[in-house]
């Protein structure tokens, strides 16, 4: 499965911005799919993920009320809406996704098979 990230921009504080990971050449049936950010000097982090045929949605603690993953209107899409950016939203995003997660393990980049190139997000202050 191949991954495209997109959406990313520089922003100031307060604005939002939409990022989509599309898949090429399947669809997200029976996928989790998990947005994840990375800053410099940091790792990479968890951001949101949602189970594609429940469309149950999980948020790390600090993105919770502003950021909103979805289902696009096509089955290989995914979008991360992002409201009242930030500055210490900052970051690489990437979206992911794998077909035989667990639930406990959604939170973990390294369980993920499939990665996107990554799309950077700047929020100015």
Not at 6 to 26: E, I, P
Not at 84 to 92: I, N, R
């Amino acid at each position: 499965v191949q991954l495209q990230a997109s959406g990313g921009g520089l922003v100031q504080a307060g604005d939002s911005l939409r990022l989509s990971c599309a898949a090429s050449g399947r669809t997200f049936r029976n996928y989790y799919i998990g947005w994840f950010r990375q800053s410099p000097g940091k790792e990479r982090e968890f951001v949101a993920a949602i189970r594609w045929n429940a469309r149950h949605t999980y948020y790390t603690d600090s993105v919770k009320g502003r950021f909103t993953i979805s289902r696009g209107d096509a089955e290989n899409t995914v979008h991360l809406q992002m409201n009242s950016l930030k500055p210490e939203d900052t970051a690489v995003y990437y979206c992911a996704a794998d077909q035989h997660l667990i639930l406990s393990a959604i939170r973990t980049p390294d369980q993920y098979d499939y990665w996107g190139q990554g799309t950077l997000v700047t929020v100015s202050s």
